[in-house]
Nanobody, 123 residues
């Protein structure tokens, strides 16, 4: 069993930065890819970024490319999402999730989900 917990959310001004963390418990974390998703009120949950467990290959939604960076530390069982140049449209609840195989999108491929952390962007 794998359990995920997000942290690092908060309120930031437009143009600012936040670093989200996804901490995992469970011995098999290093066998899973990890993705970040977000969901704004009244909208569907959407893919943000993902990183594979083996090669560390990364994938990003077009809307965050060049602004967000996903990375992982398997020894610490943590995946980070560094968010720079935040915009009002980035405001949402952010969730991390794990799957055996990850790529761009693929929400339904993810088996384990955290409870989310809120990101608010003020103008």
């Amino acid at each position: 069993q794998l359990q995920l917990s997000e942290s690092g959310g908060g309120t930031v001004q437009a143009g600012g930065s936040l670093n989200l963390a996804c901490a995992a418990t469970g011995r098999t974390f290093t066998s899973y890819g990890v993705g970040w998703f977000r969901q704004a009120p009244g909208k569907d949950r959407e893919f943000v970024a993902a990183i594979t467990w083996s090669s560390g290959a990364t994938f990003y939604a077009d809307s965050v490319k060049g602004r967000f960076t996903i990375s992982r530390d398997n020894a610490k069982k943590t995946v980070l999402l560094q968010m720079n140049s935040l915009k009002s449209e980035d405001a949402a609840s952010y969730y991390c999730a794990s799957a055996r195989s990850v790529g761009p999108g693929g929400l339904n491929n993810y088996n384990y989900w955290g409870h989310g952390t809120q990101v608010t962007v003020s103008s």
